[in-house]
């Protein structure tokens, strides 16, 4: 009889068939390793009442309170907020717009002589590093200067 296993005990159960003949004892730290969560970062940070203070800003890579700066709602979140602040949120989109659209223009300036195969590779590399770029605030908002180590749950 042929037995399906679902793919996320396919790891346990090949581990438990090279290990078929150890007494569990010796196994079980490895078992428990594998199949423990892994500690996941916490993104936000609560007061005493479990109101959400401070969100860690994916697009500036800093802590940031909600009292003094902008985000948007998003109601499948844990937090109930987006996870960029809003100014953040507008340069991420800007910067993904223009990076696609200097990329669809690749083959364009390649055709016209405007770029050199040579440079293709580089044109890339320019492209990418403008589209990764992190553009400071233009206010002068207080942010937490924790490092970019968030709490853990």
Known sequence: ?????????????D???L??????????????EMTTSKTMAKTFKTNDLGEVTH???YYHKEWEALSEVDYGKK????TKYNTMCKEGLSMWSKQQRESKKAQSSLL?????GDLLLVDLEDEKALIESARTVIV???????????????ETE
């Open 1 to 13: 009889m042929t037995t399906n296993i679902k793919a996320n005990y396919k790891e346990i159960m």
């Open 15 to 17: 581990f438990l068939e």
């Open 19 to 32: 290990n078929k003949n150890k007494k569990v004892s010796t196994i079980m730290p490895l078992l428990l």
């Open 55 to 57: 969100i860690f800003c």
């Open 75 to 78: 109601a499948s979140s844990t």
């Open 108 to 112: 364009d300036r390649l055709s016209s």
């Open 136 to 150: 400071p605030r233009d206010t002068n908002v207080q942010v937490d200067q924790e490092e970019a180590t968030h």
